[in-house]
């Protein structure tokens, strides 16, 4: 069975930092592409950022580039998604989810998400 299991949620005031982790189990981790996707409060759901299989190549959303950096642990069956200068309008939801290939963004299994709260 795949299982997801985000960690590292919290609040933190602007400007500050937080890295979120997810814990795979139940596939190969090292044969797929993996995301992180949010939804902040009454939106819809948002694309953050993506790392194929082997961590060779990552994407990040415009609007996060230069602040989010995503990463993976391979020995540790890990994602991670390293987040700095915290805006409040980060204030979501982050989902890890697992792609459907080696350097495939499409999403098949999420995790039940951690919430992130950026305010003072």
């Known amino acids: 069975e795949v299982q997801l299991v985000e960690s590292g949620g919290g609040l933190v005031q602007p400007g500050g930092s937080l890295r979120l982790s997810c814990a795979a189990s139940?596939?190969?981790?090292?044969?797929?592409?993996m995301s992180w996707v949010r939804q902040a409060p009454g939106k819809g759901l948002e694309w953050v950022s993506g790392?194929?299989?082997?961590?060779?190549?990552?994407h990040c959303a415009e609007s996060m580039k230069g602040r989010f950096t995503i990463s993976r642990d391979n020995a540790k069956n890990t994602l991670y998604l390293q987040m700095n200068s915290l805006k409040s309008e980060d204030t979501a939801v982050y989902y890890c989810?697992?792609?459907?290939?080696?350097?495939?963004?499409?999403?098949?299994?999420w995790g039940k998400g951690a919430l992130v709260t950026v305010s003072s």
């Open positions: 989810t697992k792609g459907i290939g080696r350097e495939s963004f499409g999403m098949d299994y």
């Open positions: 139940g596939f190969t981790f090292d044969d797929y592409a």
């Open positions: 790392i194929t299989y082997n961590g060779g190549s990552t």
